[in-house]
């Protein structure tokens, strides 16, 4: 009950694409969705989170959709630039804030090409 | 923001040594830090919890006496590598909770290597 299953693995876009990474999740006690990008040789950053009490979050490019009745949320990057050529990383956790550990996705390797 | 500073950047010893990793929050009390370990083209991999002042609570498979975890203030945490072999190299980042919203800043990792 505790993985989060990210798809796909990888995926390669146009820039100026929208490039759409998805996650499900089994727990439904998680109730903390972040994503995080990396790049190769760094630690991850967060990109944007969102809470189940929303079905949407929207920061510049970057979008979080959530659907709580099929436990699944997804990333849409719009506009999609060479520099976000990146792993990224969906992750879920318990409310009670940073004490409990974030359960990760398996990653996706993003391309977008120029 | 909330910094994670991590050091050293990258590592490479011998095999047989101790390595020591540090892990500072610079702006914030970080009462729970996390070390991960990461394969090359994989997830992270969560190895321990530790919280300020007490021992680190470690997942299954995990070698407690290999991954020597000490936090012993709240801006610091250390894991630290005993008796290192090859099949240890590996990226290594820690995350600490707190300075922010939703908590969990990452250090920028470690590049572990054991020759």
């Known amino acids: 009950q505790q993985q989060v299953k990210q798809s796909p693995q990888s995926l390669i876009v146009q820039k100026g694409g929208i490039s759409i990474i998805n996650c499900a999740y089994e727990?439904?006690?998680?109730?903390?969705f972040p994503w995080y990008q990396q790049f190769p040789g760094k630690g991850p950053a967060l990109l944007i989170a969102i809470r189940p009490d929303v079905s949407e979050k929207k920061e510049g490019r970057f979008t979080i959709s959530f659907n709580k009745s099929a436990k699944q949320f997804s990333l849409h990057i719009m506009d999609s630039q060479p520099g976000d050529s990146a792993t990224y990383f969906c992750a879920a956790s318990f409310s009670g804030g940073s004490n409990y550990k974030l359960t990760f996705g398996k990653g996706t390797l993003l391309t977008v090409n120029p | 923001g909330a910094v994670v500073s991590q050091h050293p950047s990258w590592v490479i010893c011998k095999s047989g040594t101790s390595v020591k990793i540090e892990c500072r929050s610079l702006?914030?009390?970080?009462?729970?830090m996390f070390w991960y370990r990461q394969f090359p083209k994989q997830s992270l991999m969560l190895m321990a919890t530790s919280n300020e002042g007490s021992k680190a609570t470690y997942e299954q498979g995990v070698e407690k006496d290999k991954f020597l975890i000490n936090h012993a203030s709240l801006t610091l945490s250390t894991l630290t590598v005993t008796s290192a072999h090859p099949e240890d190299s590996s990226f290594y980042i820690c995350?600490?909770?707190?300075?922010?919203?939703?908590?969990?800043?990452f250090g920028s990792g470690t590049r572990l290597t054991v020759v």
């Open positions: 995350s600490a909770g707190g300075g922010s919203s939703y908590g969990y800043t």
């Open positions: 702006d914030f009390q970080a009462t729970t």
């Open positions: 727990n439904t006690a998680f109730d903390y």
